[in-house]
Structures are given as C-alpha cells and as structure tokens.
C-alpha cells in the first residue's frame, strides 16, 4: 500500500511539472513572436500620416455603436467626447438600453433629440425598439439615440446593427475614452489586403487615475491602488505579449468588448451577438472565424498594438472577482459552443493551436493550479514534501512571474511609452514583485469560483459598479 501511495505522488508530482514547463515555454513562446510583430508593426506604421489618411477619399464610414444602462452620470460627456473624434465620416450610435435612470431623457434635453420614423431592419431578433431620436442641431447630424426595452449588452449591440447604417462597425463601451485617431488606426488593417478583414481590435489601457479634461487623457498616471498596478501589468501581458503573438500567426480569438471594428456583414451571416453567454465579444469572433473558415473564404483579423481605448478597471476585490469570475464563465461557454473546432485541422490553426491553447492553458488552468495547491497541503499533512526541493521549484516560478512581468513592461516602453515617468516604471516593478503572491491568488480562485457557478447554472453578469472616470485634476 505504502507503495502504491508513494507512486501515485511522484505521477502528479510529475504531470503538474511537466504543465508547469509547458506553459512557461508558451509563454517564451509568445513573447518571441510578440517582439517581432511590434517590430514589424512600428516600421510598417512609423511614417504613416494620419493627416494625410484623412484626406483620402476611399476611408470606409464607420457606425460607433455604445450600449448605455443607467449612464446618467457620464454619458453626457462621453457622447460629446465620440463626436470628435478624428475621422471623415463615421455617425454615433447610443443603445439606450431601457435605463431605469433619466440617461434617455438627458440625451433629450442635452442634444435637443426629436423622435423620427426611420427605416431599420431585423437582421438580427432583439428586444422592442421603443424609439429612434435624432437631434435637430446640425452639429449633432451624426449623432442616433436608439431607445429599447432592457435585453442586456449582446442584445443592445445586436439593435445597434439592426438599425446603424454603415457597412464596418466599431463597437465599444460608452464609458470608454478613445483616442482621436483611434478610428484612423483601427480601420488600417481594413484597408489594402488581399483578404477579407472581418474585424480588428486595439490595445486597452487602464485610465484609472488618469488626468481626463473633456473626454480626454491629458496626463497619463498610475492607479493609487495596489490591485489597479497589478492590471496595468496584467494588461500589458494580455495584450502586447499575448494579443500580438496570437495576430502574428493570425489565431486572435478574442477582441476585447471595450473597443472592436467588425465587418458588419460578416457578423449578420454570423447571426450577431449571443444573448445567452456572459462572454459576448470572445463568443462573436470565435464564431465569426469559424463561418467564414466553413464557408472557405480566405480572411483575416487584425490587430493594432496602439493604445487605442482607455478604460476604467476595478479596484475593489469584491468587483474584481465578479468581473473575473464572468470571464472565466465565458471563456467556458464559448469553447464549449464551439468544441467542434477543437483538434480539428479543418479549422486550421483555430482548430490546431487556439482553441487547444485556450481550453488547456486559460479554462485548465486556474483549475489545475488550485488543485495543485490541494495537492500539496495533503502532502504536508502526509509529510511527503521535501522542503529543500519545494522552495527551489517555488523560486524558479516565482522568478519566472516576475522575469515575465518586467518583460512585458519592456515591451511598453519598446513600443509606444506611456508611463513616461521613472518613478511610474519603478512602482511597476515593485507591483511585479507581489504581484504573483498577492494579485494572482485572487484571479486564480475568480476563476475558479466561475467554473462551479457554470456548473450551477449562473448565468448573471453580477454587479459591475465603477467608481467612475471624470474630469480629474493634479493631486
């Protein structure tokens, strides 16, 4: 018997070393292929004049299209922001998504909107469209307010497609602040390419504790709080380590919610955002991929390392662990709706690399790790664990965290140097060293907590209060 104990350990022992060794190599992985898509983005795009991208007469419009619910507050302001941003045509959508609060009735009185009788389809089922208002100032002319009955994000983007009136969609959320340019470089990858482009996504960054004047980022700066820092690094990782290895092999299945272009055809064939998933935005483009990879037309997604879109994070646990916890649920749902695609070449390196990758490396692995962690206390309480060995694995894990997080701030300051000021690198740094002792455990056990919400059947996005952006000044 005592055998039989000792084998079963060493086999754990080693499948959970040989896991561990696997993800660190893709993630060596990521960052190599990372480097060179920057590289070859900023010399693609370093002499490239938005001035001169302006004044072409071939820029496809554009239809912005924000769903708001309960934005009373800010929504105002974000509006006026969207108005200017900087490119030739493009009209703003807002979804009024039956706000219990008076969003509606300030749009009404603020951009002197009147009701109008205009045409729009289905392609897409939704929920009851109460009214579309359009203001009677010509400064507004681009400016749509579409009010309906309460259907959630997926439905209300859903009525935006319904009733926009452009051919490329950039959908965002109302909250966000963009950049000027942010539709210049957004529709790059849209134009000039051989294949068809059915969406193209941006880098979010964290405008917590931001200088905003008017809808703008004046002064960038970093989150007061602990668990703020701890995302910029997790942002950077996400996005400029992880985003732009998966565009250079051309196997992105997620294009963040908060700022997305997609070819407004492809997404109807598609049949437009699915109400019954937490994880909407990943579940589109997934399916989006697979349509045109059953339909054997040659396409593309593609992605702009530019900070594009600043958004506001959560810096309470409490919203934090709500937020991760729908991710993780999403993730789960939309690999399970699209499990077909899993190991099957047909889908090329859909079917052969992301889908496994995502399924083994972000649905497994809270999971794993967790268990790993029960696995070692019974082991102490066993006590089968060799503390010589155990603290020199930890510390080879430990320091490979950090090594990765002071890459990914390399990759930052590499590419497009936002936190300018040494101390804003320094507090990065030493956000890395505790990162992966402090702010990890808590994603990690997010994740986990979505999973056994999954399996009992939640389905609620939880409630994701935000403390708010603003027009902040120096402190």
Not at 109 to 125: A, C, G
Not at 247 to 266: N, Y
Not at 321 to 346: C, D, I, S, Y
Request: hydrophobic fraction near 45%.
């Amino acid at each position: 018997m005592q055998l039989y104990s000792i084998s079963v350990i060493e086999v754990f022992s080693v499948l959970f070393l040989i896991y561990g060794l696997i993800i660190i190599s893709g993630y060596i992985f990521s960052a190599f292929f990372s480097i060179f898509e920057i590289r070859d983005y900023k010399r693609r795009n370093n002499f490239q004049d938005d001035a001169a991208l302006l004044q072409s007469a071939n820029l496809p419009a554009i239809s912005v299209l924000a769903p708001a619910y309960n934005e009373e507050a800010n929504v105002v302001e974000n509006i006026r922001s969207l108005l200017t941003l900087n490119y030739p045509s493009f009209e703003i959508v807002i979804i009024n998504d039956g706000s219990k609060d008076k969003s509606l009735q300030k749009l009404i009185e603020t951009f002197e909107l009147e009701k109008q009788e205009l045409i729009h389809y289905h392609h897409v089922q939704t929920k009851k469209v109460r009214g579309i208002y359009k203001s009677r100032i010509k400064a507004y002319k681009n400016l749509r307010v579409i009010d309906k009955e309460n259907g959630g994000k997926a439905d209300a983007l859903n009525t935006g497609i319904n009733c926009c009136i452009y051919d490329l969609i950039c959908c965002i959320d109302v909250d966000c602040i963009l950049e000027r340019n942010s539709l210049l470089k957004l529709i790059r990858p849209f134009l000039n390419n051989t294949k068809r482009v059915i969406a193209s996504g941006g880098i979010i960054r964290v405008a917590n504790n931001c200088i905003i004047e008017d809808g703008r980022i004046i002064e960038v700066r970093l989150p007061r709080t602990f668990l703020g820092k701890a995302q910029i690094l997790e942002y950077f990782r996400a996005f400029l380590m992880g985003r732009m290895a998966w565009s250079r092999v051309d196997g992105l299945l997620l294009i963040s919610g908060a700022f997305g272009m997609f070819d407004k055809q492809t997404v109807i064939e598609a049949g437009g955002y699915n109400h019954h998933t937490v994880g909407e935005d990943m579940e589109l483009l997934v399916r989006m991929r697979r349509v045109m990879r059953e339909q054997n037309i040659p396409y593309t997604v593609g992605f702009v390392p530019d900070p594009l879109c600043w958004t506001e994070v959560p810096e309470s646990r409490e919203i934090l662990t709500r937020q991760r916890n729908r991710w993780a649920r999403g993730t789960v749902e939309t690999l399970m709706l699209h499990k077909k695609m899993l190991f099957n070449p047909r889908y090329g390196v859909l079917g052969l690399l992301s889908t496994p990758y995502w399924m083994f490396f972000e649905w497994f692995a809270p999971i794993i790790e967790f268990t790993g962690i029960l696995f070692f206390i019974i082991l102490v309480l066993l006590g089968k664990v060799n503390f010589q060995v155990f603290g020199i694995f930890f510390l080879v894990i430990y320091t490979f965290s950090i090594l990765f997080s002071i890459t990914a701030i390399f990759f930052e300051e590499y590419s497009f140097q936002q936190y300018k000021k040494p101390k804003f690198m320094f507090m990065l740094i030493l956000t890395a060293l505790l990162e992966p002792i402090i702010y990890h455990p808590i994603v990690m056990w997010a994740a986990v907590k979505g999973n056994i919400d999954l399996i009992q059947g939640k389905k609620s996005w939880g409630e994701m209060s935000r403390a708010g952006l603003g027009n902040t000044g120096k402190t």
